[in-house]
């Protein structure tokens, strides 16, 4: 089988499909968790199903399966396919996908030789392209992948975590303009003479949007039995600049590394996986006081 073929389960039916909603919601109240860190649980055999929270509650459809739809049918990255979206109540919502056997690659990045974990770097590299082969059409806002209007971008990279969604905007020049705005309020917290000329920067928006996972880091990969990288959890997702993925890797990695987990060569590959937008990354150290202290 050829690394970009897909498995053949990923056609066959669920064995949830003749299940009703409701009784999906009933089985997911006592379901085993799938791993103590994620609000993913075990639906059954061969499904799992996760609650998510829609920051835009006014709206019917679930950006992440969205993309993990598109995905799913337009590239050959293997992703969970999404059986059912079901809205809960209020701002709830989940989603019912096939259930992938493996571990996570966050689990057995440390006994991988250098040699796989460049092979890790490659497939990945592979993927991010494919991903920047599926464009945003000229009237299409950036943000998350939604049938209705422009969603609230949920981008905890930029933003930080207090409040980690923005917008929503009605186009690619808006979203520039927002970034633009910050930026000459983090100059100016900062103390930037008038004629400083990193206040002649601006957002970088020379590149049409892609679709961007804006979350690919060692625990959302899992490593499938047949060795395949899985990307799984789509929920910042949408069409943003290139160069956020670049961004998301970088600031994700600062996060495990806070948090104790830190995984060896993993920040040489990020250049290499989503291109070395080295001067962007310098443009958004420059103005994040501004983006995080926003309200």
């Known amino acids: 089988m050829k690394p970009s073929q897909k498995p053949k389960i990923s056609f066959e039916p669920s064995d949830i499909d003749d299940l009703e909603d409701d009784e999906i919601l009933e089985l997911y109240q006592d379901a085993p968790e799938v791993h103590p860190d994620y609000s993913v649980k075990r639906l059954s055999p061969r499904t799992v199903i996760k609650a ?24 050959d990255i293997p992703v969970p396919r999404i059986r059912r979206v079901i809205r809960g109540q209020e701002d709830t919502y989940f989603v019912v996908q096939d259930y992938i056997e493996g571990s996570l690659l966050a689990d057995v990045w440390s006994t991988y030789s250098i040699w796989r974990k460049l092979g890790v770097a490659f497939t990945l590299r592979r993927y991010v392209r494919q991903l920047r ?32 969604e923005r917008g929503p905007f009605a186009s690619y020049a808006d979203f520039a303009s927002f970034f633009n705005k910050w930026a000459r309020e983090a100059y100016d917290m900062q103390r930037y003479p008038i004629n400083h000329p990193i206040r002649d920067t ?32 789509w929920e910042w997702s949408g069409y943003y600049p290139p160069w956020f993925e670049y961004i998301g890797m970088v600031k994700q990695l600062k996060i495990e590394e806070e948090h104790n987990s830190y995984h060896e060569y993993w920040n040489l590959m990020i250049p290499f996986v989503c291109g070395p937008y080295f001067e962007q990354e310098k443009w958004c150290s420059a103005v994040e006081i501004g983006l995080i202290s926003s309200v």
């Open 52 to 75: 998510s929270v829609d920051v835009d509650v006014d709206m019917s459809d679930a950006p992440d399966a969205n993309a993990s739809n598109l995905v799913f049918a337009e590239t």
């Open 202 to 233: 601006r957002f970088d928006d020379s590149e049409a949007l892609v679709l961007t996972h804006q979350d690919i880091n060692p625990r959302n990969i899992i490593v499938g039995t047949d060795n395949r990288l899985w990307l799984i959890d």
């Open 133 to 164: 082969q599926l464009k945003a059409s000229p009237t299409t806002p950036p943000g998350p992948l939604s049938a209705h209007e422009p969603r609230s971008c949920i981008l905890p990279p930029f933003f930080g975590p207090s409040r980690s």
